[in-house]
């Protein structure tokens, strides 16, 4: 009999320093599926790409570990990144769901903040995560402050549970009224649904998030619940497959917080992986630039289809519970603080009615891809701009079925964007990247001015298939000083799964203004989710280095809506303490003093994460290939745009001497990506292999133009 995830053993070799022997990391993009395999007893890596199947993403995740040859049986550990979640919610294909709530509140996922889904005019299309005719109202009701004031009607409950499951419903929401003050009504529904609900897919508000705001716990929970199904067959089936062909061991899953969670209790809270491959990139990011000595990073990733833009601080994720992945969709568990735009490789440049140059959002994505993909692609694209200006060599294009000659391009760049603009092929080719590259360049002010940080003060980590072709443009459009590409910037997500720790993270609502405040409470609640979250590490029996605690809490003036996460050094705060901590939070934000308002205590916030054993990056790229001197590494030279035409040297990556030192003009390319060092720009290698540019003073006209796509864009 085949075992089932909730059989598997946890059996994991660690080498002599203590470290899981054999880890996989495997990440589904949107247009690519990832595998880092790192066998850190013998001292090597397996690195594998391949298009991902987006109708069945197990597919491409056995296909990447037949590439390497992996031997399922001795592997030690299994991490996933999946898209399943993210594209259900996104592209709205998710499971019929029910949703039963306090009578008189069945609206409260239609009516949300009073917002509109577009700022000007006077029309705008909405539709709830759960439609009307699925929700449903019972007699019961909860004041503010937990005291009940309509006891629960529970033949009512169970009369509702029938009718949902007449009209179809695979999976059930819970969501009562104040339910984050008491949750004995919600707590005895869910022994209800658990006689009369035929499946485990049954979502109680306050289990999933114990947060004040009924608009947004609700919409997380229907979210939760809509896509559970789905995540549920989805690991399920995956584990069972990767254990009949030999894999002994638990699959961990990444979480949208950067932790990860056993697959055999993924599915409970579905919606905390909503964002999990942008968050797998981020966490490789943390965890390189702490080895690099750089732990202030803006990250930037770029692929095929977008860019997602993330804050590090210290070597630590900005992390967020406030996420809205579109309008009126907001995900309030703790997520890695992603911002994504609609730019990428595959992003389509076109000419609108009013004759201007638009790049994206649509995309050409990994069918039929870019035209330089050769199969059938006919639109111009970012990574078709790359190609004509020399950025990227043909011959190095990942997944290419039959490539398209620089003549053919330059024809269709031409007819397409160049005539109607006046303009020469290459000329266009150069504005649609100077356009890209602005739209991508508001996105990292999104993580990082509009925050109160200054991009001065941090360096840029690129990656993705495209990231380090644009990066130094962009790097120097926002005055960030120096540019950090690691040694596989085409697969950092994947790394991403094999270096993530453990981590939970615990919200509870206490919401009183600090004059009235039990601060006895607050100390409670932080020691109850102290000991919730080293329970939770200890469950999934992975090696651990060491245990990490954070502490913060939500707060607002008295009279505000929007809430600031203020730090805390300790489980303990003073009231006076909670208040000058966050009037210097409020500062260093907005720069107001506001010393005649006094502060409310919303949340309570704790992050208990697991250190997993520290890997070595410098196997990323095997030292036997690397060459004595940076000449030996040069593979030829290629006219590349710049401020024009300029013959450009190119090195091989994985050739090139440990200390290397490379003055721009130059092109760098490997498997996975193509770096650009810009004229004026110098690059170093350190000891991980990583490539540190530092940009010079010149500011080239066009140089603001970056690229895109690159060797695996």
């Known amino acids: 009999m085949t075992p089932s995830i909730a059989d598997a053993e946890r059996t994991e070799k660690t080498d002599a320093a203590g470290r899981t022997a054999l880890v996989a990391g495997i990440d589904v993009g949107g247009t690519f599926t990832d595998l880092v395999l790192f066998d850190s007893a013998r001292g090597r890596v397996r690195l594998a790409k391949t298009p991902t199947t987006l109708q069945n993403q197990a597919v491409g995740v056995r296909t990447t570990l037949e590439l390497v040859d992996a031997d399922l049986a001795a592997i030690d550990l299994i991490v996933h990144g999946?898209?399943?979640?993210?594209n259900a919610v996104l592209e709205r294909n998710l499971c019929r769901t029910g949703f039963i709530t306090t009578q008189g509140f069945r609206d409260v996922l239609e009516l949300g903040r009073r917002t509109r889904p577009n700022a000007y005019g006077m029309k705008?299309?909405?539709?709830?995560?759960?439609?009307?005719?699925?929700?449903?109202?019972?007699?019961?009701?909860?004041?503010a402050d937990?005291?009940?004031?309509?006891?629960?009607?529970?033949?009512?409950l169970k009369a509702a549970m029938r009718a949902l499951l007449d009209k179809g419903c695979e999976a059930l929401v819970i969501h009562f009224l104040h339910s984050y003050a008491n949750p004995q009504h919600e707590l005895r529904a869910g022994e209800i649904a658990r006689e009369v609900w035929p499946n485990e897919n049954v979502t109680l508000g306050h289990a999933l998030l114990s947060e004040s705001r009924e608009?947004?716990?609700?919409?997380?929970?229907?979210?939760?619940?809509?896509?559970?199904?789905?995540?549920?067959?989805?690991?399920?089936?995956?584990?069972?497959?990767?254990?009949?062909?030999?894999?002994?061991?638990?699959?961990?899953?990444?979480?949208?917080?950067?932790?990860?969670?056993?697959?055999?209790?993924?599915a409970a809270e579905a919606a905390k992986t909503v964002m999990s491959g942008p968050a797998s990139g981020v966490m490789a990011a943390a965890y390189t630039g702490r080895r690099a000595g750089i732990p202030n990073l803006l990250t930037y990733d770029m692929g095929g289809t977008s860019t997602d833009v993330a804050l590090i601080r210290d070597a630590e994720p900005a992390v967020s519970n406030e996420i809205e992945i579109e309008y009126a969709m907001p995900i309030h568990v703790p997520m890695v603080d992603v911002r994504t735009v609609g730019a990428g490789g595959g992003s389509i440049a076109r000419i609108t009615r009013a004759g201007l140059l638009q790049v994206g959002p649509e995309s050409a994505g990994s069918a039929p891809g870019p035209i330089c993909y050769g199969r059938g692609g006919t639109e111009p694209t970012i990574s078709d701009a790359n190609l004509l200006l020399g950025r990227m060599n043909p011959d190095k294009l990942n997944s290419v079925s039959d490539g398209v000659s620089r003549a053919d391009l330059a024809a269709i760049f031409a007819a397409k964007l160049g005539a109607p603009l006046g303009v020469s092929a290459e000329e266009a080719a150069s504005a649609v990247l100077r356009i890209a590259n602005t739209r991508m360049a508001e996105a990292v002010r999104?993580?990082?001015?509009?925050?109160?940080?200054?991009?001065?003060?941090?360096?840029?980590?690129?990656?993705?298939?495209?990231?380090?072709?644009?990066?130094?443009?962009?790097?120097?459009?926002?005055?960030?000083?120096?540019?950090?590409?690691?040694?596989?910037?085409?697969?950092?997500?994947?790394?991403?799964c094999v270096v993530a720790d453990l981590r939970h993270d615990f919200v509870n609502t206490v919401n009183r203004p600090l004059a009235v405040l039990d601060i006895a409470q607050v100390h409670a609640l932080f020691a109850q989710q102290r000991e919730e979250g080293r329970a939770l590490v200890e469950k999934e029996n992975v090696p651990i280095d060491e245990l990490k605690e954070i502490?913060?809490?939500?707060?607002?003036?008295?009279?505000?809506?929007?809430?600031?996460?203020?730090?805390?050094?300790?489980?303990?705060?003073?009231?006076?303490?909670?208040?000058?901590?966050?009037?210097?939070?409020?500062?260093?934000?907005?720069?107001?003093?506001l010393p005649e308002i006094k502060a409310s205590l919303v949340n309570v916030n704790t992050s208990v994460i697991g250190r997993r054993p520290g890997i070595d990056l410098a196997l990323l790229i095997d030292p036997d290939g690397r060459r004595q001197t940076l000449e030996d590494a040069r593979t030829g030279t290629r006219p590349v745009w710049f401020d024009g035409w300029r013959e450009t040297p190119v090195y091989w990556r994985d050739h090139l001497p440990l200390s290397a030192e490379i003055a721009g003009p130059a092109i760098v390319e490997q498997m996975d990506t193509t770096i650009i060092i810009e004229p004026g720009d110098h690059a170093v290698q350190d000891r991980d292999g990583n490539i540190i540019i530092t940009l010079g003073s010149t500011t080239l006209g066009s140089t603001t133009l970056g690229s895109t796509g690159g060797a695996g864009a």
């Open 82 to 86: 999946t898209t399943t979640t993210t």
């Open 124 to 143: 705008g299309e909405f539709r709830p995560i759960i439609p009307r005719d699925l929700r449903h109202e019972v007699p019961e009701r909860l004041h």
């Open 551 to 593: 502490f913060s809490v939500d707060m607002q003036f008295i009279g505000q809506t929007h809430l600031l996460r203020v730090p805390l050094p300790g489980p303990a705060p003073g009231v006076d303490e909670l208040q000058s901590l966050f009037e210097a939070a409020y500062f260093s934000r907005f720069r107001v003093e």
């Open 446 to 496: 999104m993580v990082s001015i509009s925050l109160g940080e200054d991009p001065r003060d941090y360096a840029l980590f690129a990656f993705g298939g495209a990231g380090p072709l644009h990066a130094t443009a962009i790097a120097r459009e926002l005055g960030v000083p120096r540019v950090l590409v690691p040694s596989r910037p085409g697969i950092t997500n994947a790394l991403g």
């Open 146 to 156: 937990g005291s009940v004031r309509v006891p629960l009607d529970e033949e009512a």
């Open 215 to 266: 608009f947004e716990r609700g919409v997380t929970a229907a979210i939760n619940a809509s896509v559970q199904p789905l995540l549920r067959r989805y690991v399920e089936r995956l584990a069972d497959e990767l254990a009949r062909d030999g894999y002994r061991h638990d699959v961990l899953v990444m979480n949208g917080n950067g932790g990860m969670v056993s697959a055999r209790r993924v």
